[in-house]
């Protein structure tokens, strides 16, 4: 069984930062395809980043500049450092994880920014 715990989340101020953490826990885990999602109240969820076959980075334009994706891959674990937040990016984020045709999500946490 394949587990994916995020953490990380809170009430930042505008302009500040957050990093959040997903850790992937189960057999044949691997982090070659893995992304973060978000999804604000009365919202679809929208893809933020990811990254696709271990070597290739992609991000939604709203967030290019200031969020980074990166992988600890002997820990199992996939981050997203988020800068210069803005109201706008107030949402639940959540891990996503392909592991051939089977597709993961954690639980998400909650990032709020407010001033």
């Known amino acids: 069984q394949v587990q994916l715990v995020e953490s990380g989340g809170g009430l930042v101020q505008p302009g500040g930062s957050l990093r959040l953490s997903c850790a992937a826990s189960g057999r044949f885990v691997n982090l070659n395809n893995v992304a973060w999602y978000r999804q604000a109240p009365g919202k679809e969820r929208e893809f933020v980043a990811g990254?696709?076959?271990?070597?290739?980075?992609n991000y939604v334009d709203a967030v290019k500049g200031r969020f980074t994706i990166s992988r600890d891959t002997s820990k199992n674990i996939v981050y997203l450092q988020m800068n210069d937040l803005k109201p706008e990016d107030t949402a639940v984020y959540y891990c996503?994880?392909?592991?051939?045709?089977?597709?993961?999500w954690g639980q998400g946490t909650q990032v709020t920014v407010s001033s």
């Open positions: 996503n994880l392909e592991l051939g045709l089977n597709v993961y």
């Open positions: 990254v696709i076959s271990g070597a290739y980075l």
